[in-house]
């Protein structure tokens, strides 16, 4: 509208009528700017008291990493709750080849419904111990009850699909191996004899005796171990010229040199192969989760 409109408007309306409309002009004036002046400043006031600031996000949770405890130290049960049989036994070997201490294998109460591949069950005591069997299982979850102490049941659930694999296995030393030494000849302190010198070698040597299977070997030697036992019986193997390793049903790791009438001297040290140089150890560890709260 240009301004001869505006006069002309004006000129159509009575005196009444301008006088009307130039009062409601101004107090829409009279409103309106000290309104926005004032909702300006609050704003600001606002603003520079930090009642506008959007709050400050909470730091992220990050969980406790805490050294892991021996793989030994605690026992470790193993209930299927899977519906499928041999589980429990399974995964139990598989904690065994782990180095963890299993104690009983069952079946879970059939009221149990377990969809998760395992639930680790815990004590208010055993959360490290806890953690630490739950790395095993991909996708294990926690279960914290009343319990005394630091055992845990790993019950396996409908989910489970495998442990973890296993880490590349290390050649042992002497030292980590336990040897029981038993004379099966006419010889009256061989196994003795032997069992000294396999110290000397920095073996661990646990029963000296006469064969508690009464065999009679007539080769050099037998080496009797179980599933745990593989690489124990072959570094052993190589002190001992001719010896037969023997496979049992053993749980741990121990071996039992048994000596044969065959048997005339261990392989001489500088010619027993030397062990390779083992990697730099890295300390176990376990994240105990965070509090939000």
């Known amino acids: 509208m240009t301004d001869e409109d505006r006069i002309a408007s004006d000129d159509d309306r009575t005196a009444t009528e301008v006088w009307r409309k130039h009062r409601l002009r101004q107090i829409l004036l009279f409103v309106t700017v000290p309104g926005v002046l004032l909702g300006t400043a609050s704003i600001t006031a606002a603003y520079s008291a930090g009642l506008m600031t959007p709050p400050k996000p909470k730091p992220a949770c990050t969980p406790q990493v805490v050294p892991a405890p021996a793989r030994g130290s605690f026992t470790v049960n193993v209930m299927n709750a899977t519906g499928r049989s041999g589980v429990a036994a399974e995964v139990a070997a598989g904690y065994g080849k782990r180095q963890f201490k299993v104690g009983g294998i069952s079946n879970a109460p059939d009221s149990w419904y377990v969809t998760p591949p395992a639930v680790v069950h815990y004590g208010p005591a055993g959360l490290d111990q806890a953690l630490l069997a739950a790395q095993q299982i991909p996708g294990a979850k926690l279960f914290e009850d009343v319990r005394p ?45 032997v069992a000294t010198e396999l110290k000397g070698r920095g073996f661990k040597v646990k029963d000296v005796s006469n064969d508690p299977l009464r065999t009679m070997q007539l080769g050099t030697a037998v080496i009797r171990y179980g599933e745990l036992g593989d690489l124990n019986a072959a570094l052993l193997a190589e002190h001992v010229p001719g010896a037969e390793l023997v496979k049992d049903t053993r749980a741990d790791a121990s071996v039992d040199l048994v000596i044969g009438n065959a048997y005339t001297a261990l392989v001489p040290a500088a010619e027993v192969p030397p062990l390779p140089p083992r990697p730099k150890a890295v300390t176990p560890t376990v994240a105990r989760p965070c509090s939000d709260g």
Do not use: C, M, Q, W
Not at 173 to 189: D, F, R
């Open 149 to 193: 102490g630091t055992s845990v049941d790993v019950v396996v659930g409908l989910g489970f699909k495998g442990l973890e694999p296993l880490p590349p296995r290390l050649k042992p030393i002497p030292s980590e191996v336990s040897v029981n030494v038993y004379n099966t000849t006419y010889k009256t302190g061989l196994a003795k004899v």
